[in-house]
């Protein structure tokens, strides 16, 4: 990290910089310019407060070499992460598609949709039993009795499941059934709820939030990385623009950014990034066409009747095609 001085700084003020930087364990070098005086500091900058240091108005900018994440960057951890959930493997070459209904609405459903998405190659299933919506007088998700069916259709297929914990105090229930837990989009900076998932020995699936940056996402991965967890898969899933055509708008740039940065397995939701079923297979294929470790899907047996985005479900038939074509784009690439 360079802290930059401005031009003609006083000595009075350099020291004072200096001062501060000392608190933290670094190597600091000042380097003397014809105009300007420059502070390198080589070390663990992180518990550095910047704003401290850039509040001094003597101080032009500082410049940041590294980026802030560390567990999570792949410059610590060059090779690929690959996590297993239940048997299914994402990332490091292994492609895994996710799919299952929005919310879980009665047992029957979820046995009958599970076993469909088996029989079609998904590795595992999704199910919302406490869902974030909107608005409060829609459905909130069937609670517990929505874990204790997902348990049932996990025993019918063979498949482990995936499910959103959207607070701390229901984490240590849903804990005790998920395969794998969700933080949704509108939950990626919950900064108590990444701590708590920080702290569990299940793998987390953290969605990306709808106006996140690529820096943002990952520091919330950090979080949970740093708490101990090191079993994140990231999750793009559309996120806000100008247009209104689609629910969301896919970032497809973002897959390969963060397989620059990081070596976490990223995989895609084509689902809520349209908002449209006619939509969720070409952009699930462009997802693998651009290096995404798998898909999440929403399948639904009759997404006219469903309780939660029928609109973006796909009826089972479909979810057969959308893989058939994604595993030619899988092959091709
Ligand atoms: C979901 O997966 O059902 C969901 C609510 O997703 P997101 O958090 O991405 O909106
Ligand atoms: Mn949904």
């Known amino acids: ?7 003609g700084a006083p000595a009075e003020a350099v020291q004072a910089v200096e001062g501060k930087l000392r608190g933290v364990n670094l190597e600091i070098n000042l380097i003397k310019g014809a105009v300007q005086q420059v502070f390198a500091l080589v070390g663990d900058t992180s518990k550095l407060d910047l ?33 297993e959930i239940g048997g299914c493997k994402i990332g490091g070459g292994n492609k895994a598609v996710i799919a299952g209904p929005c919310s879980v609405e009665s047992e029957e459903q979820m046995i009958e949709i599970a076993q469909a998405v088996k ?7 999704r199910g919302g039993a406490y869902k974030p919506r909107s608005s409060p007088y829609s459905f909130q998700g069937m ?21 959103e914990a959207m607070c701390v105090e229901s984490f240590d229930l849903i804990e005790t059934y998920a395969d794998m837990i969700q933080i ?23 969605k990306r939030g709808m106006s996140a940056t690529l820096e943002e996402f990952l520091m919330a991965a950090e ?14 899933r559309g996120i806000r623009t100008f247009d209104t055509y689609t629910r ?48 999440i899907v929403e ?17 089972p038939k479909k979810f057969g095609q959308l893989m058939t074509a994604v595993q030619k784009i899988i092959a091709a690439v």
């Open 299 to 315: 399948v639904h047996q009759q997404p006219e009747l469903a309780l939660c985005d029928g609109s973006q479900s796909l009826k």
């Open 248 to 295: 969301n708008t896919l970032d497809v740039s973002l897959i390969p950014a963060v397989k620059e940065l990081s070596h976490l397995p990223i995989i895609v939701d084509p689902s809520h990034a349209s908002g449209k079923w006619s939509m969720v297979e070409p952009l699930a294929k462009a997802a693998m066409a651009v290096g995404a470790d798998g898909l």
């Open 1 to 7: 990290m360079l802290v930059v001085m401005k031009p």
């Open 184 to 206: 949704g989009a509108r939950n990626m900076q919950n900064f108590a709820l990444l701590k708590r998932a920080g702290k569990s020995a299940k793998p987390i699936l953290l």
């Open 143 to 163: 609670g517990e009795e929505g874990l204790r069916i997902l348990a049932k259709a996990r025993e019918a297929s063979g498949l482990p499941f995936v499910t």
């Open 223 to 236: 979080y949970i990385l740093a708490g101990g967890n090191g079993k994140v898969i990231l999750c793009e």
């Open 119 to 125: 029989g079609m190659g998904a590795a595992m299933l």
């Open 51 to 83: 704003g401290m240091i850039e509040s001094n108005r003597h101080v032009e900018k500082i410049l940041r070499v590294q980026q802030p994440f560390k567990v999570a960057s792949r410059t610590f951890h060059p090779e690929d992460t690959i996590i």
